[in-house]
């Protein structure tokens, strides 16, 4: 049996063995480390069984999938090591072994680490309080002190959402507020790097491998875990003033963690870039357009920040399932107060806490699964047949306004901020036959799609695929990401690019994706190597990156002078730089990208802030 369907049964079986994980499941191997090397053994399995080639929308959700079972594991791991250690009669017998010289002391206790590729990690710090009890659905806060050294030396439990694709048993736990930290051995005073992980705010954690970052670069990184989805994102007026928006929270929580202990493990809390890629560069927007965000960070970088739909409708069906992006991106028009609280009112009535003596009491009790089920079923939060805002809103203090918004006036943080996008991004539509292609662009742009399809004409372009890829990526992604930089370079520096690198695989069947949503961003280790000439782009953003975290400005020795993003309102003058492999990275004019892009045309649609 070969193709979709040998990857299917693969991925059944391995999910057959993931799905509603309990911690008591421990008691089927003789330790926590038993059971990750065994379902990391099944997973490297499945994965190899995916030829390197094959870039058809079924390999890619898989890779997508395998890559979110490797988080799951991971986080398994450290919960069941956890819960070990806690049932253990010897606690410091049953932790994992800490390496020499890596006890560090913490605003609320010491740590010690491991030390893996010539790095020092401690993993699995709390930052925060555990987000359960009283405290579900309310701002992250301190965790209580410890005196016994905590070996921090596996990641903490993920945080909950469905362990598969987006609605289903759920994986993780509530209790999830963890950061790791990465730091070359004898690091004092090195600048800081915070990534804030992309995954749609719907999944994702602070783990990975950041060990070719902190040794390419020099520098200390910092990874965490922030409440996803429902948990992290439902507001309700019987939560409080200003309900929602504790995922962002919790992102500023991790980072005054940051800014109290970082020193203590070689960093500099004075030089701290936040950085982040799809949601994880949404999250940096809203960052910037965050008062409570002020003093935490210094610079930015948003990676594939602009990914939702123009005029903020629900995207199409996916082959196998849809994105299910409720608005989240830099551009997006975010829910008001009033309005996400309205919403949050629809939750509580199908949980069965609307009428509810106590409403806030009756929610925070409510199973977990249920939670996640009536935010996700049928299709994920209020803008796809679900309950309650499962993304951020303008909650009135984390978020007041969004970033577009607050660039009207200059109330933001004013840091150097690198910003762009993949040139053919695409997590809208995808049609097959003709008739998908104008269905599809009537559904997206209903009064002008007309104009649309006559500026995007099915006979110039190779597939309807191909054609509505163009749409999208001019639309939602590379005209918004021109604009947004434009109202940025206002207040701040500003360094944009676009990549152009469209050969990311050598897929010989399946749709060409292009330059496809960060498909060519890595830094981080990539296991199957690349060829020698993304390797050279991979320096080039790995150099790119770690030198506006030094210096304020990304331009590397070795690498093509960026230049800083000067928009005009004629749009012929700026440069942006363009990213691609072989070598080949070089500013273009602004120019050029808008009219490759039909930005004034977009421009001139676009709905305004």
Not at 178 to 191: E, K, R, S, T
Not at 249 to 278: C, Y
Not at 326 to 351: M, N, R, W, Y
Not at 450 to 458: G, M, R, S, T, W
Request: glycine share 12%; charged share 15%; aromatic share 8%.
């Amino acid at each position: 049996m070969t193709g979709k369907w040998l990857y299917v049964i693969a991925l059944l079986t391995i999910l057959g063995g993931l799905l509603a994980p309990s911690l008591n499941a421990q008691q089927n191997w003789t330790s926590p480390e038993e059971f990750r090397t065994e379902y990391l053994k099944s997973i490297d399995a499945l994965a190899a069984r995916i030829p390197a080639s094959d870039e058809s929308s079924w390999a890619v959700g898989l890779r997508q999938e395998i890559s979110d079972l490797r988080q799951q594991v991971e986080g398994l791991y450290g919960a069941m090591s956890a819960v070990a250690v806690a049932l253990s009669p010897s606690s410091a017998a049953a932790a994992p072994a800490c390496a020499a010289g890596t006890t560090v002391q913490t605003s609320t206790g010491p740590v010690c680490g491991i030390v893996v590729n010539g790095v020092n990690e401690w993993l699995g710090i709390p930052y925060a309080a555990p987000p359960v009890g009283n405290l579900r659905w309310a701002s992250p806060q301190l965790h209580a002190a410890w005196s016994t050294t905590l070996a921090a030396t596996a990641f903490g439990s993920i945080c909950t959402h469905p362990a598969a694709g987006k609605s289903g048993p759920n994986a993780g736990s509530e209790d999830c507020l963890f950061i790791n930290v990465w730091a070359p051995p004898g690091a004092h005073g090195l600048p800081v790097m915070a990534h804030i992980h992309g995954g749609g705010f719907f999944n994702g954690s602070g783990g990975g491998d950041n060990t070719l970052l902190v040794n390419t670069g020099n520098v200390v990184v910092v990874g965490m875990n922030y409440r996803l989805n429902i948990f992290g994102f439902l507001a309700n007026r019987a939560l409080g003033p200003n309900s929602g928006d504790y995922g962002l929270q919790d992102q500023q929580a991790a980072l005054r963690w940051v800014q109290q202990n970082i020193s203590a493990f070689g960093g500099d809390p004075h030089s701290v870039t936040i950085f982040g890629e799809s949601a994880g560069g949404s999250s940096v927007c809203h960052q910037i357009a965050s008062p409570t965000a002020a003093g935490l960070f210094h610079k930015a970088i948003s990676t594939s920040g602009e990914y939702n739909t123009l005029f903020g409708g629900p995207e199409d069906p996916r082959p196998g399932g849809s994105e299910d992006l409720e608005l989240q991106d830099c551009k997006s028009k975010l829910p008001t107060l009033a309005e996400a609280e309205t919403i949050g009112d629809g939750f509580a009535d199908a949980v069965g806490c609307g009428s509810a003596s106590d409403v806030a009491a009756c929610l925070r009790a409510v199973p977990a699964q249920t939670v996640s089920d009536a935010a996700s079923i049928p299709g994920s939060g209020y803008q796809y047949g679900g309950h309650g805002t499962v993304a951020p809103t303008l909650n009135g203090t984390t978020l007041p306004m969004t970033l577009r918004q607050a660039l009207k006036t200059g109330r933001v943080n004013r840091v150097p901020v690198i910003a762009g996008v993949d040139r053919d991004e695409n997590l809208i539509g995808f049609p097959v036959t003709g008739e998908d292609y104008t269905a599809l662009v009537q559904r997206q742009f209903e009064s002008i799609a007309p104009q649309v399809l006559a500026l995007y004409p099915l006979s110039r372009f190779n597939s309807p695929f191909v054609a509505f890829r163009t749409v999208a990526a001019d639309s939602g992604t590379v005209c918004a990401a021109l604009r947004t930089a434009e109202e940025l370079s206002h207040w701040m520096p500003v360094f944009a690019y676009e990549i152009d690198f469209g050969d990311v695989s050598t897929a010989l069947t399946g749709n060409p994706t292009g330059a496809s949503h960060v498909g060519s961003w890595n830094l981080t280790p990539v296991v199957a190597g690349l060829d020698v000439n993304r390797r050279v782009l991979q320096n080039q953003e790995l150099a790119y990156v770690t030198t506006l975290a030094r210096t304020g400005n990304p331009t590397a020795d070795g690498t093509p002078i960026w230049p800083e993003f000067k928009f005009e309102m004629s749009g012929t003058a700026g440069q942006v730089m363009s990213l691609s492999a072989g070598g080949d990275s070089q500013p273009m004019l602004i120019a050029q990208i808008a009219l490759a892009h039909n930005c004034a045309f977009w421009d001139k649609v676009t709905p305004k802030p």
